[in-house]
């Protein structure tokens, strides 16, 4: 890899109901002190876009060791993020709508608890993301609400269809 490869940075439950504390430039400081290079945040949750050398796991330690808190920490190459983004199951939902669980290992998905909680909402696993359509909206999901009883093998953060948009634009700049 070289100085030009660019990744994402996800932290899990970063600044979420007054939680885990952390703002986002002292967020840019910690990556800037690392070594890190064209360091961007978007929103107060934890995504940073930047460049470095290096593998996302070794990445992602070097960041986690370096926080104030104790949070997972998930690094993703632009590029595969974009192709995650590119071949959402549901890419005509509304971008709140829709939301990429990006989990650090391989999830096992407890198809029971979907079927309890489910509504009109929809669940696909592709890989490493599991994708929930939530039409009525996320916050009046119940299976949203009880998604850690979804996938309940691996650490995993979330981001709406917006956020990860977003993430693949600043990605390009």
């Given at each position: 890899?070289?100085?030009?490869?660019?990744?994402?940075?996800?932290?899990r439950?970063?600044?979420?109901?007054?939680?885990?504390k952390?703002?986002?430039a002292?967020?840019?400081a910690?990556?800037?002190?690392?070594?890190?290079?064209?360091?961007?945040?978007y929103i107060?949750?934890g995504?940073?876009?930047?460049?470095?050398?290096?593998?996302?796991?070794?990445?992602?330690?070097?960041l986690?060791?370096n926080?104030?808190?104790?949070?997972?920490?998930l690094v993703l190459?632009?590029?595969?993020?974009a192709?995650?983004l590119?071949h959402?199951p549901?890419?005509?939902?509304?971008?709140?709508?829709?939301?990429?669980?990006?989990?650090?290992?391989?999830?096992?998905?407890?198809e029971?608890?979907?079927a309890?909680?489910?509504?009109?909402?929809?669940?696909?696993?592709?890989?490493?993301?599991v994708?929930?359509?939530?039409?009525?909206?996320?916050?009046?999901?119940?299976?949203?609400?009880n998604f850690?009883?979804?996938?309940t093998?691996?650490?995993?953060?979330?981001?709406?269809?917006?956020?990860?948009?977003?993430?693949v634009?600043?990605?390009?700049?």
């Amino acid at each position: 890899m070289t100085m030009n490869t660019t990744w994402i940075a996800l932290l899990r439950g970063i600044n979420v109901g007054g939680g885990n504390k952390l703002p986002m430039a002292d967020l840019r400081a910690i990556c800037e002190g690392i070594g890190w290079q064209n360091i961007r945040t978007y929103i107060a949750s934890g995504n940073v876009v930047f460049e470095a050398d290096g593998a996302a796991e070794a990445l992602a330690s070097k960041l986690h060791q370096n926080l104030p808190l104790d949070v997972p920490v998930l690094v993703l190459s632009a590029h595969d993020l974009a192709n995650r983004l590119a071949h959402c199951p549901f890419p005509n939902g509304a971008g709140n709508t829709v939301h990429g669980f990006f989990c650090l290992d391989a999830p096992d998905v407890d198809e029971d608890v979907i079927a309890q909680f489910a509504t009109t909402e929809k669940v696909i696993v592709q890989g490493h993301t599991v994708w929930l359509y939530a039409p009525d909206g996320f916050g009046r999901s119940k299976l949203a609400e009880n998604f850690h009883r979804v996938v309940t093998s691996t650490t995993y953060t979330a981001r709406n269809f917006n956020t990860i948009r977003k993430l693949v634009e600043m990605s390009c700049d």
